[in-house]
């Protein structure tokens, strides 16, 4: 199985700052990673397909890069409904895998 | 507009099944495979395996072999998820999700509590 390691697992920011969340696959996954963002007691919701291109409806702070083994999310400038968990996922092959997630929270 | 309807909570005891029921609309059923995702409390999402809607055809991870089914209705839309055996660690949130490249929607989860 294709292993996802997030980093960091937790990253304290501020309004307004930019952040870059890290994904890390075990193997090369082409560019066949999604992102997601999740709140507490919601499903996650999809904000990034095939490592860099924005879902619709996606504010354009968010963007994607990276193929491969590595890749990043960032965020040009953080805002106060952006604190919340975020995860990659690997779609290449079966099983399907997620990262552990970084969460964001405030400084 | 595209959405993914579950059914509602469950409270199973140890050793029972489950059964949880998907319902999509606002998009042609066949246009999205669909994938069952849990997530136990505290822990990230874990897929559990997916269905193609055209032809019924499924892929389940080794972890649920032998005790997840996955079947679909065409007719209503409508995807199932069953899991026997049930043991307190498969107490958890379930959703259904449908997309192509990706996960692009969700339905709003399905708790499972299995507790005797």
């Known amino acids: 199985d294709i292993q996802l390691t997030q980093s960091p697992s937790l990253l304290s920011a501020s309004v307004g700052d930019r952040v870059t969340l890290t994904c890390r696959a075990s193997?090369?996954?082409?560019?066949?990673l999604a992102w997601y963002q999740q709140k507490p007691g919601k499903a996650p919701k999809l904000l990034i397909y095939t490592a860099s291109t924005l879902q619709s409806g996606v504010p354009s702070r968010f963007s994607g890069s990276g193929s491969g083994t590595e890749f990043t999310l960032t965020v040009s400038s953080l805002q106060p409904e952006d604190f919340a968990t975020y995860y990659c996922?690997?779609?290449?092959?079966?099983?399907?895998?997620f990262g552990g997630g970084t969460k964001v929270e405030i400084k | 507009q595209v959405q993914l309807v579950q059914s509602g909570a469950e409270v199973k005891k140890p050793g029972a099944s489950v059964k949880v029921s998907c319902k999509a609309s606002?998009?042609?059923?066949?246009?999205?495979?669909m994938h069952w995702v849990r997530q136990a409390p505290g822990q990230g999402p874990e897929w559990m395996g997916i269905?193609?809607?055209?032809?019924?055809?499924?892929n389940y991870t080794q972890k649920f072999q032998g005790r997840v089914t996955m079947t679909r209705d065409t007719s209503t839309s409508t995807v199932y998820m069953e899991l026997s055996s049930l043991r307190a660690e498969d107490t958890a949130v379930y959703y259904c999700?449908?997309?192509?490249?990706?996960?692009?929607?969700w339905g709003q989860g399905t708790t499972v509590t299995v507790s005797s």
């Open positions: 193997q090369g996954i082409g560019s066949y």
């Open positions: 606002g998009y042609i059923f066949t246009s999205y495979y």
């Open positions: 269905i193609y809607p055209i032809g019924g055809g499924t």
């Open positions: 999700a449908g997309g192509l490249r990706s996960m692009d929607v």
């Open positions: 996922q690997q779609l290449n092959s079966y099983p399907l895998t």
